[in-house]
Protein backbone atom coordinates (compact mmCIF):
# COMPACT_ATOMS: atom_id res chain seq x y z
CA UNK A 1 0.00 0.00 0.00
CA UNK A 2 1.18 3.62 -1.42
CA UNK A 3 1.30 5.89 1.83
CA UNK A 4 0.59 9.46 0.44
CA UNK A 5 2.60 12.35 2.70
CA UNK A 6 0.15 14.79 3.58
CA UNK A 7 0.61 18.19 1.96
CA UNK A 8 1.47 20.58 4.43
CA UNK A 9 -0.66 23.46 4.73
CA UNK A 10 1.61 27.13 5.01
CA UNK A 11 0.20 28.67 7.83
CA UNK A 12 -0.71 32.25 6.52
CA UNK A 13 -3.48 34.75 7.35
CA UNK A 14 -5.16 36.59 4.26
CA UNK A 15 -4.36 40.11 5.04
CA UNK A 16 -5.63 41.11 1.41
CA UNK A 17 -8.48 43.02 2.85
CA UNK A 18 -7.17 44.42 5.97
CA UNK A 19 -6.34 47.48 3.61
CA UNK A 20 -9.79 47.92 2.25
CA UNK A 21 -11.26 47.62 5.97
CA UNK A 22 -8.63 50.40 7.38
CA UNK A 23 -9.33 52.94 4.13
CA UNK A 24 -13.12 52.41 4.34
CA UNK A 25 -11.99 53.21 8.31
CA UNK A 26 -9.74 56.29 6.92
CA UNK A 27 -12.82 57.63 4.58
CA UNK A 28 -15.47 57.67 7.12
CA UNK A 29 -13.09 59.73 9.53
CA UNK A 30 -12.81 62.11 6.78
CA UNK A 31 -16.22 62.46 6.15
CA UNK A 32 -17.32 63.06 9.50
CA UNK A 33 -14.25 65.19 10.84
CA UNK A 34 -15.24 68.81 11.35
CA UNK A 35 -12.55 71.36 12.13
CA UNK A 36 -12.80 73.11 14.95
CA UNK A 37 -12.33 76.86 14.54
CA UNK A 38 -12.38 77.17 17.99
CA UNK A 39 -9.75 75.53 20.26
CA UNK A 40 -10.48 76.97 23.74
CA UNK A 41 -10.35 75.48 26.56
CA UNK A 42 -13.61 76.27 28.64
CA UNK A 43 -15.85 74.26 31.28
CA UNK A 44 -18.77 74.27 29.69
CA UNK A 45 -22.41 74.60 31.59
CA UNK A 46 -24.46 71.38 31.05
CA UNK A 47 -28.29 71.99 30.04
CA UNK A 48 -31.14 68.93 29.23
CA UNK A 49 -31.87 70.72 25.79
CA UNK A 50 -29.31 70.58 23.56
CA UNK A 51 -29.55 71.59 19.83
CA UNK A 52 -27.54 70.95 17.02
CA UNK A 53 -25.47 73.85 16.04
CA UNK A 54 -25.25 75.14 12.55
CA UNK A 55 -22.42 74.22 10.04
CA UNK A 56 -20.32 77.44 9.74
CA UNK A 57 -21.93 79.75 12.63
CA UNK A 58 -19.70 82.13 14.07
CA UNK A 59 -17.98 81.49 17.66
CA UNK A 60 -17.40 83.87 20.42
CA UNK A 61 -15.59 81.92 23.00
CA UNK A 62 -14.96 83.76 26.53
CA UNK A 63 -12.39 81.99 29.35
CA UNK A 64 -13.36 82.76 33.06
CA UNK A 65 -10.85 85.68 33.37
CA UNK A 66 -11.95 87.37 30.39
CA UNK A 67 -10.31 86.46 27.37
CA UNK A 68 -12.32 86.63 24.37
CA UNK A 69 -11.55 84.59 20.91
CA UNK A 70 -13.65 85.26 17.60
CA UNK A 71 -14.24 83.51 14.10
CA UNK A 72 -16.26 83.77 11.39
CA UNK A 73 -16.80 79.93 11.50
CA UNK A 74 -14.27 79.83 8.47
CA UNK A 75 -10.91 80.50 9.92
CA UNK A 76 -9.37 79.69 13.19
CA UNK A 77 -10.51 81.94 16.15
CA UNK A 78 -8.50 84.99 16.95
CA UNK A 79 -8.38 86.53 20.69
CA UNK A 80 -10.21 90.23 20.10
CA UNK A 81 -10.44 92.78 22.56
CA UNK A 82 -14.27 92.97 24.06
CA UNK A 83 -14.54 96.20 22.73
CA UNK A 84 -13.51 95.38 18.38
CA UNK A 85 -16.88 92.37 19.76
CA UNK A 86 -19.56 94.74 18.34
CA UNK A 87 -17.33 95.34 14.99
CA UNK A 88 -16.92 91.60 14.46
CA UNK A 89 -20.23 91.06 15.25
CA UNK A 90 -21.68 93.73 12.68
CA UNK A 91 -19.37 92.90 10.28
CA UNK A 92 -19.96 89.32 10.63
CA UNK A 93 -24.01 90.15 10.14
CA UNK A 94 -23.05 92.17 7.41
CA UNK A 95 -21.95 89.39 5.08
CA UNK A 96 -24.27 87.09 5.84
CA UNK A 97 -27.34 87.86 7.86
CA UNK A 98 -28.49 84.26 8.53
CA UNK A 99 -25.18 83.21 10.29
CA UNK A 100 -25.95 81.90 13.36
CA UNK A 101 -23.33 82.57 16.61
CA UNK A 102 -22.45 80.09 19.39
CA UNK A 103 -21.11 81.57 22.29
CA UNK A 104 -18.74 79.71 23.95
CA UNK A 105 -18.07 80.70 27.19
CA UNK A 106 -16.85 79.13 30.59
CA UNK A 107 -19.88 78.88 33.52
CA UNK A 108 -17.94 80.29 35.58
CA UNK A 109 -17.44 83.84 33.73
CA UNK A 110 -18.74 86.90 34.96
CA UNK A 111 -22.09 87.45 33.55
CA UNK A 112 -21.26 91.12 32.74
CA UNK A 113 -18.67 90.20 29.97
CA UNK A 114 -21.15 87.49 28.81
CA UNK A 115 -24.03 90.88 28.83
CA UNK A 116 -21.80 92.71 26.72
CA UNK A 117 -21.28 89.97 24.09
CA UNK A 118 -24.98 89.36 23.68
CA UNK A 119 -25.78 92.78 23.92
CA UNK A 120 -22.79 93.41 20.69
CA UNK A 121 -25.15 90.81 19.16
CA UNK A 122 -28.20 92.56 19.64
CA UNK A 123 -27.10 95.78 18.26
CA UNK A 124 -25.93 94.08 15.40
CA UNK A 125 -29.18 92.69 14.84
CA UNK A 126 -28.12 88.83 14.86
CA UNK A 127 -30.60 86.57 14.93
CA UNK A 128 -29.75 83.68 16.59
CA UNK A 129 -27.29 82.64 19.31
CA UNK A 130 -26.60 79.36 20.35
CA UNK A 131 -25.18 79.02 23.75
CA UNK A 132 -22.67 76.17 23.72
CA UNK A 133 -23.08 73.26 26.41
CA UNK A 134 -22.66 69.70 27.52
CA UNK A 135 -25.12 66.91 28.49
CA UNK A 136 -27.23 67.34 31.90
CA UNK A 137 -26.03 64.62 33.36
CA UNK A 138 -29.90 63.69 35.40
CA UNK A 139 -29.22 62.01 38.49
CA UNK A 140 -32.36 59.67 39.86
CA UNK A 141 -34.56 61.28 37.35
CA UNK A 142 -37.79 58.81 38.34
CA UNK A 143 -37.36 60.50 41.95
CA UNK A 144 -37.27 64.17 40.13
CA UNK A 145 -41.38 64.64 39.93
CA UNK A 146 -41.55 62.48 42.78
CA UNK A 147 -40.20 65.18 45.73
CA UNK B 1 28.71 29.00 -25.86
CA UNK B 2 25.12 28.95 -24.99
CA UNK B 3 23.39 31.87 -23.31
CA UNK B 4 20.43 30.63 -21.10
CA UNK B 5 17.26 32.95 -21.11
CA UNK B 6 15.60 33.76 -18.18
CA UNK B 7 12.79 32.24 -18.34
CA UNK B 8 11.10 33.77 -14.75
CA UNK B 9 9.43 36.76 -15.54
CA UNK B 10 8.90 39.43 -13.33
CA UNK B 11 6.23 39.09 -10.65
CA UNK B 12 2.99 40.60 -12.37
CA UNK B 13 1.76 41.50 -8.34
CA UNK B 14 0.87 44.80 -6.98
CA UNK B 15 2.61 44.46 -3.25
CA UNK B 16 -0.41 45.68 -0.91
CA UNK B 17 0.92 44.28 2.14
CA UNK B 18 2.28 47.41 3.14
CA UNK B 19 -1.10 48.92 2.31
CA UNK B 20 -2.79 47.92 5.13
CA UNK B 21 -0.12 49.49 7.43
CA UNK B 22 -0.07 52.90 5.62
CA UNK B 23 -3.52 52.87 6.07
CA UNK B 24 -3.61 52.10 9.72
CA UNK B 25 -1.16 54.93 10.37
CA UNK B 26 -3.62 57.23 8.75
CA UNK B 27 -6.09 56.20 11.27
CA UNK B 28 -3.84 56.85 14.18
CA UNK B 29 -3.10 60.04 12.94
CA UNK B 30 -6.58 61.04 12.38
CA UNK B 31 -7.49 59.95 15.64
CA UNK B 32 -5.26 61.59 17.57
CA UNK B 33 -5.61 64.87 15.97
CA UNK B 34 -9.50 64.48 15.78
CA UNK B 35 -10.53 66.48 19.46
CA UNK B 36 -14.44 65.63 20.50
CA UNK B 37 -16.04 69.10 19.71
CA UNK B 38 -19.18 69.66 21.48
CA UNK B 39 -21.35 71.27 18.49
CA UNK B 40 -24.48 71.48 20.41
CA UNK B 41 -26.30 73.91 22.41
CA UNK B 42 -29.29 76.59 23.91
CA UNK B 43 -30.58 78.26 21.13
CA UNK B 44 -31.67 81.70 21.66
CA UNK B 45 -33.39 83.72 19.24
CA UNK B 46 -32.57 87.36 19.72
CA UNK B 47 -35.94 89.91 19.16
CA UNK B 48 -35.80 90.99 15.30
CA UNK B 49 -35.60 94.90 15.04
CA UNK B 50 -39.18 96.27 15.32
CA UNK B 51 -40.42 100.23 14.72
CA UNK B 52 -42.28 100.06 18.10
CA UNK B 53 -41.52 97.19 20.43
CA UNK B 54 -43.79 95.90 22.46
CA UNK B 55 -43.23 97.84 25.86
CA UNK B 56 -43.14 95.23 28.83
CA UNK B 57 -43.67 96.37 32.36
CA UNK B 58 -42.15 95.52 35.53
CA UNK B 59 -45.32 95.08 37.06
CA UNK B 60 -46.62 92.47 34.79
CA UNK B 61 -43.68 90.47 34.53
CA UNK B 62 -42.11 87.48 36.64
CA UNK B 63 -38.66 89.34 36.94
CA UNK B 64 -35.90 86.23 38.38
CA UNK B 65 -33.01 87.79 39.49
CA UNK B 66 -29.66 85.85 40.12
CA UNK B 67 -27.45 87.02 43.06
CA UNK B 68 -23.51 86.34 42.55
CA UNK B 69 -24.12 83.75 45.50
CA UNK B 70 -25.98 81.79 42.64
CA UNK B 71 -29.00 82.64 44.82
CA UNK B 72 -32.35 82.63 42.52
CA UNK B 73 -34.70 85.64 43.16
CA UNK B 74 -38.59 85.24 41.78
CA UNK B 75 -40.64 88.35 42.36
CA UNK B 76 -38.20 89.14 45.16
CA UNK B 77 -38.70 85.53 46.66
CA UNK B 78 -35.22 83.67 46.84
CA UNK B 79 -36.31 80.67 45.74
CA UNK B 80 -34.93 76.95 44.55
CA UNK B 81 -34.19 75.94 40.83
CA UNK B 82 -36.52 73.30 41.14
CA UNK B 83 -39.10 75.47 42.22
CA UNK B 84 -39.34 78.23 39.94
CA UNK B 85 -41.74 76.34 37.55
CA UNK B 86 -43.88 75.34 39.90
CA UNK B 87 -44.18 79.30 40.94
CA UNK B 88 -44.98 80.14 37.47
CA UNK B 89 -47.78 77.46 36.59
CA UNK B 90 -50.48 79.49 37.61
CA UNK B 91 -49.35 82.42 36.51
CA UNK B 92 -48.57 81.21 33.47
CA UNK B 93 -52.36 79.24 33.38
CA UNK B 94 -53.75 82.72 33.67
CA UNK B 95 -51.53 84.27 30.79
CA UNK B 96 -49.52 81.72 28.58
CA UNK B 97 -47.50 84.51 27.37
CA UNK B 98 -46.79 86.33 30.59
CA UNK B 99 -43.13 87.72 30.11
CA UNK B 100 -40.65 85.84 32.65
CA UNK B 101 -36.81 87.99 32.52
CA UNK B 102 -34.43 86.73 33.62
CA UNK B 103 -31.63 88.91 35.10
CA UNK B 104 -28.77 87.65 36.20
CA UNK B 105 -26.56 89.75 38.00
CA UNK B 106 -23.16 91.89 36.71
CA UNK B 107 -21.14 89.46 39.27
CA UNK B 108 -23.23 86.53 39.00
CA UNK B 109 -21.79 83.51 36.80
CA UNK B 110 -22.92 82.69 33.21
CA UNK B 111 -23.57 79.38 34.30
CA UNK B 112 -26.54 80.30 36.67
CA UNK B 113 -28.20 82.06 33.96
CA UNK B 114 -28.16 78.95 31.68
CA UNK B 115 -29.29 77.15 33.96
CA UNK B 116 -32.33 78.76 34.81
CA UNK B 117 -32.51 79.54 30.73
CA UNK B 118 -32.84 75.19 30.83
CA UNK B 119 -34.99 75.14 33.21
CA UNK B 120 -37.37 77.27 31.52
CA UNK B 121 -36.80 75.92 28.26
CA UNK B 122 -37.50 72.48 29.79
CA UNK B 123 -41.12 73.26 31.24
CA UNK B 124 -42.85 72.63 27.99
CA UNK B 125 -41.87 68.78 28.51
CA UNK B 126 -43.82 68.88 32.33
CA UNK B 127 -46.96 71.22 30.79
CA UNK B 128 -45.78 74.50 31.70
CA UNK B 129 -44.56 76.28 28.80
CA UNK B 130 -42.91 79.39 29.40
CA UNK B 131 -43.40 81.49 25.86
CA UNK B 132 -41.90 84.42 26.85
CA UNK B 133 -38.47 84.21 28.21
CA UNK B 134 -36.44 87.03 27.80
CA UNK B 135 -32.78 88.26 29.01
CA UNK B 136 -32.69 92.27 28.70
CA UNK B 137 -28.81 93.11 28.63
CA UNK B 138 -27.57 95.65 30.97
CA UNK B 139 -28.16 98.88 28.30
CA UNK B 140 -31.72 97.75 27.59
CA UNK B 141 -32.24 97.50 31.58
CA UNK B 142 -30.80 101.10 31.68
CA UNK B 143 -32.71 102.00 29.06
CA UNK B 144 -35.75 101.24 29.85
CA UNK B 145 -36.80 100.94 32.87
CA UNK B 146 -33.89 102.74 35.10
Do not use: C
Not at chain 1, 7 to 26: G, H, Y
Not at chain 1, 83 to 100: H, I, L
Not at chain 2, 37 to 66: H, Q, Y
Amino acid sequence: MKLHASKRQDAVIPTASMADIALLLIIFFLVTFQIEVDKTQVTLPATGIRLEVPEKSAYISITEDGMVRVSTGEEISQIVPMADVATFASSTVARDPERAFVLKADKETPYRLVDQVVDALKLSQAKTIYLLSEQEVVVGGAADGGV
Amino acid sequence: MRVRRKSRGISEEIPTATMADVAFLLIIYFMVTSTFAATRGLDFALPEEEDNPPMIEKEESVLIAIEPSGQYVVDGQPMELGDILEYLKPKLERNPLKPVIIRPGPQSSYGYMVDVFDELRQGAERGIEVKNISIPTQREIEAFWD
